[in-house]
């Protein structure tokens, strides 16, 4: 079953403001990937982390590996109409190479 | 590059139908792997092909689920009998070389998907 626990499940933003979203488990990560998709089509890798407390950027986009190695937070500043889609959050545990994936954020700008 | 091409988009069976998925991946990519993500959720592996051979099917449902890849490139998907939680769509992805595809220099490239009906 799913071991990944992402919150907030949905969120609805105006244009221009800042997102923040995280994954947490109780087990301990050694990778955590961030992945976007949109309607109709595949997830698309938007950051990798690999190491406890690296800090990455992607544009506007920033996500942490958190320090215990259980967490990892994402965050988007200014958002645009083009952020809307669903954000997966992915990783592997120590024990077992197969990558695990949260339920979703899903951003919906507010009209 | 042509990205990962997968079809066909959509398919509506009813239940107990057979129904399959084709999947063509990225050019020179040895690693195939087919999803399923069933609405709300993230996706979950299926199945995941090195060239040819089967790394990991722990999570294929292997009494109706059957995959193959054939010389190591495309790849088809079968369910056969179909029941009504198999309503889900099916992604494919690829990657350059082994492991599960979160490794920075082989990331995963997924197709768009087939969605799936089972009535």
């Known amino acids: 079953g799913q071991q990944l626990n992402q919150s907030p499940q949905s969120m609805f933003i105006q244009e221009g403001e800042d997102v923040s979203m995280n994954c947490t488990s109780s087990?301990?990560?050694?990778?955590w990937l961030w992945y976007k998709q949109e309607p109709g089509e595949g997830p698309v890798l938007l950051i990798a982390?690999?190491?406890a407390g690296e800090l990455t950027s992607n544009g506007r986009l920033t996500a942490q590996f958190g320090i215990t190695r259980k967490d990892s937070f994402l965050n988007i500043s200014a958002s645009i109409p083009s952020d809307v889609g669903i954000y997966f959050c992915?990783?592997?545990?120590?024990?077992?190479?197969?990558?695990?994936w949260g339920a979703g954020t899903k951003l919906i700008i507010k009209p | 590059e042509a990205g990962v091409a997968q079809s066909p988009r959509y398919k509506i069976i009813e239940k107990r139908q057979s129904v399959a998925f084709w999947c063509n991946p990225i050019?020179?990519?040895?690693?195939l792997y087919w999803y399923q993500q069933i609405l709300g959720q993230g996706p979950k592996l299926l199945i995941q092909?090195?060239?040819?051979?089967?790394?990991?099917d722990s999570q294929l449902p292997k009494d109706r689920f059957s995959a193959e890849r054939l010389k190591g490139v495309d790849s088809t998907l079968k369910i056969q009998p179909a029941k009504l939680e198999d309503s889900a769509v099916y992604l494919c992805?690829?990657?350059?070389?082994?492991?599960?595809?979160?490794?920075?220099?082989?990331?995963?490239?997924f197709g768009n998907g087939t969605r799936l009906t089972v009535t």
């Open positions: 982390l690999y190491k």
């Open positions: 087990s301990i990560f050694n990778t």
């Open positions: 992915a990783g592997t545990m120590d024990s077992n190479y197969q990558l695990i």
């Open positions: 050019s020179g990519h040895a690693t």
């Open positions: 992805a690829s990657s350059l070389s082994g492991g599960g595809g979160f490794s920075h220099n082989s990331p995963l490239h």
């Open positions: 092909f090195q060239n040819n051979g089967v790394v990991d």
